[in-house]
């Protein structure tokens, strides 16, 4: 990338100031606005990605820097970088409004230019102190909501993540991670490396792709993985359901990088595998919230009719407050221990007799508690009685129409099927798998869907498990392992200098056992 203060200006005849044959979307209806988006720590995507935005709400946004300008727009700089920059490109010609990127985007919402409020302008380095931020060094002390004011660089360091465990370099990752856990729990945008000195979990590799980001706006490392064509490849590869790293990393050596090569090459797949390849465009995409509350609907009225009293509740990120997700987590428990055994099989034939399911895996509960204590798990799955399932939600439940759903799921409560079929492919009468209605399109999408069963007196420790996040979770147990020498899992937490089990009917009386401070489901999107 060639820095901005090298680049030629263009003079106002040059700018972009004709009509539609400029990019713009539509016809200028501020004259008086002239509007310049500085590229500077902002980034070349993002600068695109706003000017067209801008463009299509009326605005006259220049691609280059020229005396016709009224107001620059600037993200993360000082005022007085900003006119360091303007006077190295137009010496003593200085346009009237240097604004914060705020003001774009209020504006943007607003439809019109808004009114240039002080928290608008640019700050001058006498007026800027830097905000030298700290966090705790265990993501499970630290409160960290969806409300993320660093998303441009934790972005970045998560691609960077994402590519080393494709790698199977978990170590790397995890630092990666955490890197971009404390990044996502700061109150407030970094603009300057001075303000992350002495945060916890920021390495020199981290440290390195975030200076390059806030002096560039890009980083050369994560825009050259994004090129990849193996990383590329072993994104497709792995998004396929019941496929890991190791398998895609095998495929691409004998020449497979797509779902096209891989339907041609004879591969032998499993059951899962071949599940996942049939579904993938649908399991590709993200569920929404009112998806996964459909799909609910439907599970309670299962459970509700096979065991009355149970409780199904709604985990992973859902509960955390995410609107998207990439599947649906329910945990299912009954407040007596032990009626929930034999709970699994009956939802699933329920489910299965009335055409929910495209594919399922039921695995039974292998969690046995000793009293020397937790032994270490051949993995870090937990070892609950668990169905991984793709549900198949129609329709009319996808459009999210509570009324609608609620009736729908009533009758098929109420109307049980007289001559049910394993694995049906129908839904009520519906058409069959691959089917289109009349206008061409589904009438139904596949969604990928855990259920797990939890005794009542694991349920605390599950619900807290399986809430996440993943690096959440990760921190909790190294905080129990290093700063309380105790063993925590989805099942159970053991102190390991008493030697004996802590029990908890709540996640508050967890932490309480870990000596941190509650956490609410909410802020624990590390």
């Known amino acids: 990338m060639v820095p901005l203060k090298r680049r030629k200006v263009a003079s106002s005849q040059t700018g972009n100031t004709g009509t539609d044959c400029g990019g713009r979307g539509g016809p200028n209806q501020f004259p008086q606005v002239v509007l310049f988006l500085l590229e500077r720590k902002m980034g ?28 620059v727009i600037s993200e993360n700089n000082r005022g007085d970088e900003v006119r360091a920059w303007l006077d190295s490109q137009v010496r003593g010609q200085t346009p009237v ?10 504006s943007m919402r607003a439809g019109r230019p808004v009114e240039i409020l002080d928290r608008h302008k640019l700050q001058q380095a006498d007026e800027a102190e830097v905000v030298v931020f700290s966090v705790p060094g265990y993501a499970c002390q630290r409160r960290t ?9 934790t972005d970045a360091l998560s691609l960077l993540a994402e590519n080393a465990e494709l790698s199977e370099d978990d170590g790397r990752g995890v630092a990666f991670r955490r890197a971009a856990a404390v990044l996502k ?3 407030g945008a970094v603009t300057d490396m001075t303000q992350l000195r002495g945060l916890p979990c920021l390495g020199g590799h981290s440290l390195r792709v975030i200076k390059e980001i806030l002096e560039n706006g890009a980083s050369s490392e994560v825009e050259s993985t994004k090129q990849s064509e193996r ?17 895609a990393d095998r495929w691409i050596k004998e020449g497979i990088c797509d779902l096209h090569q891989l339907q041609d090459s004879g591969q032998t797949l499993n059951r899962t595998q071949r599940a996942g390849l049939d579904h993938y465009d649908d399991l590709s995409r993200p569920v929404t919230k009112a998806e996964a509350d459909a799909i609910g609907e439907v599970v309670e009225g299962a459970v509700a009719s096979v065991l009355p009293g149970a409780r199904v509740t709604l985990i992973g990120g859902f509960r955390r407050g995410k609107l998207t997700g990439h599947d649906v987590d329910f945990l299912i428990t009954h407040p007596e221990e032990g009626r929930e055994v034999g709970l699994m099989p009956k939802v699933v034939s329920w489910l299965e ?17 000793s009293k020397t204590g937790p032994g270490r798990p051949s993995s870090n799955m937990d070892r609950f009685e668990r169905c991984l399932s793709i549900f198949k939600l129609t329709e009319e439940e996808r459009g999210g129409n509570t009324e609608t759903l609620t009736e729908s799921c009533l009758q098929s409560l109420s109307t049980p099927d007289p001559n049910p079929q394993p694995h049906a492919q129908t839904h009520r009468g519906g058409p069959e798998a691959g089917q289109t209605n009349p206008a061409g399109r589904r009438p139904w999408r596949a969604v990928r869907v855990d259920l797990v069963v939890s005794p009542i007196s694991q349920f605390a420790f599950a619900l807290l498990g399986w809430t996440g996040s993943k690096l959440f979770e990760r921190e909790l147990r190294r905080w129990a392992a290093h700063e309380k020498t105790m063993s925590l899992s989805s099942h159970a937490l053991y102190d390991n200098k008493q030697e004996r089990y802590l ?9 309480a056992h870990l000596g941190l401070e509650y956490i609410h489901p909410s802020e624990r999107n590390a």
């Open 44 to 71: 070349a995507s993002r600068r695109a990605f706003l000017s067209q935005l801008g463009r299509g709400k009326g605005f006259q946004v220049e691609d280059s820097f020229s005396q016709s300008v009224s107001h």
């Open 97 to 106: 409004h240097l604004l914060d990127v705020s003001w774009y985007t209020e």
């Open 145 to 153: 909501t969806l409300d993320n004011h660093n998303s441009v660089l």
């Open 185 to 187: 729990a700061l109150p």
């Open 231 to 247: 990383y590329k490849a072993l994104k497709v590869l792995t998004g396929i359901f019941g496929v890991g790293a190791k398998t």
């Open 353 to 369: 007799s009335r055409g929910f399911l495209l594919y399922q895996k039921t695995t039974r509960n292998s969690y046995l508690e």
């Open 503 to 511: 029990r908890a009917t709540s996640e508050e009386e967890i932490f």
